[in-house]
């Protein structure tokens, strides 16, 4: 069974950092892409960065809003993506989920219970 | 940035209606279209991906056609379990860009 552990969040003042971690299991970790997406209070979903696999150089891909304030990065050997965020704002505040693209097409076909990152004073 | 405009924002319906989401994309999206199911504090559910092609599991009174900058998500008959928020989302372009979302709503 393919599941998705999203751990790290929190509250956490504008200007500080916090680190997401996602465990997986269930499946070869290495062969998927992974990717980031979260959702404000009350909104809509937004995507925020992605890491490719070990056969893509674990190349990465980000929101524009986060660019150079976040950080994606994967370790393979202990099935784990992590979502390293400094310099937050309080238009960060969201709920952070952990995705698969799967591997047949290029959707996010399984999503982690997702972790809440509130950034306040 | 490719921006994705679904419509309506909000539906009302009863139980047993047909009922059909768009989804306009500003640019050409090749076939890299995915339909999103979200009940309230609930995770996002995958529906349909590729426009068209049903996620496994998902029941087929759903269905997702379309071509281009226009899709459609439709539920041929609605049942009790699927009033919820709709998204649709690209994968053709960075950065990968969600609709607004369409909430379906008990009439």
């Known amino acids: 069974e393919v599941q998705l552990v999203e751990s790290g969040g929190g509250l956490v003042q504008p200007g500080g950092s916090l680190r997401l971690s996602c465990a997986a299991s269930?499946?070869?970790?290495?062969?998927?892409?992974m990717d980031w997406v979260r959702q404000a209070p009350g909104k809509g979903l937004e995507w925020v960065a992605r890491a490719r696999s070990k056969a893509n150089s674990y190349a990465t891909e980000y929101a524009a809003s986060v660019k150079g304030r976040f950080t994606i990065s994967r370790d393979d050997s202990q099935n784990s993506l992590y979502l390293q965020m400094n310099s937050l704002k309080t238009e960060d505040t969201a709920v952070y989920y952990c995705t698969r693209r799967s591997g047949g097409s290029w959707t996010f076909d399984y999503w982690g219970q997702g972790t809440l990152v509130t950034v306040s004073s | 940035d490719i921006q994705l405009t679904q419509s309506p924002s909000f539906l009302s319906a009863s139980v047993g209606d047909r009922v059909t989401i768009t989804c306009r994309a500003s640019?050409?999206?090749?076939?890299?279209l995915a339909w999103y199911q979200q009940k309230p504090g609930k995770v996002p559910k995958l529906l349909i991906y590729?426009?068209?092609t049903l996620q496994s599991g998902v029941p087929s009174r759903f269905s997702g056609s379309g071509s281009g900058t226009e899709f459609t998500l439709t539920i041929s008959s609605l049942q009790p379990g699927d009033f919820a928020t709709y998204y649709c989302q690209q994968l053709n372009n960075y950065p990968l860009t969600f609709g607004g979302g369409t909430k379906v709503e008990i009439k």
């Open positions: 640019q050409g999206i090749s076939r890299y």
């Open positions: 269930g499946f070869s970790f290495s062969d998927h892409y």
């Open positions: 590729d426009i068209s």
